[in-house]
C-alpha cells in the first residue's frame, strides 16, 4: 500500500536526512544538492547494505558525490548513478520527493 513520509523542507545545501520506511530495514534518506531535493533508498546496489555509518551522513568529503562508506562507491546526486566504485553502472532506487508548503512529501510504493 502507498505510504507517504512527511519531512519539514529545511534541509540547508548538502544536507542529508534520514527517514524510516514501512517494511524496509534501512529506511531512506534526503539531500538537497543544488537547490533540488531528492529521495533514494538507503541501500548499496553492490551488497544490499545501508551507504552510511552515522546518522545523516551520505555525502563524500567534497559534497559533491553521494558516497557508499563501505566501499566508496560514488553516486550522481541528481540521479543515483553509481560513477565508481564495486556497483559501478548500477543505481541507487529512487523515491518520488514533493515540495509542498514548507513540507517534503516522499512517496513510498
Same mark, same amino acid.
Not at 553521494?66 to 564495486?86: K, M, R, S, W, Y
Given at each position: ?20 520506511? !514501512? ?5 531512506? *534518506? ?24 552515522? !546518522?545523516?551522513? *551520505? ?5 559533491? *558525490? ?8 560514488? *553516486? ?9 566504485? !564495486? ?23
Amino acid at each position: 500500500m502507498p505510504a507517504t513520509i512527511t519531512l519539514t523542507d529545511d534541509l540547508a545545501e548538502n544536507e542529508c536526512r534520514q527517514f524510516n520506511l !514501512p517494511d524496509k530495514t534501512f529506511g531512506g *534518506f534526503v539531500v538537497r544538492h543544488r537547490g533540488q531535493v531528492y529521495a533514494y533508498h538507503n541501500v548499496c546496489p553492490h551488497l544490499g547494505i545501508a551507504l552510511n555509518w552515522l !546518522p545523516d551522513q *551520505f555525502m563524500d568529503a567534497d559534497h559533491c *558525490f553521494i558516497q557508499c562508506v563501505n566501499h566508496h562507491a560514488l *553516486f550522481t546526486v541528481d540521479d543515483g548513478h553509481c560513477i565508481t566504485g !564495486p556497483c559501478a553502472g548500477d543505481n541507487l532506487t529512487p523515491l518520488t520527493v514533493e515540495r509542498q508548503e514548507g513540507m517534503l512529501l516522499i512517496h513510498v510504493g
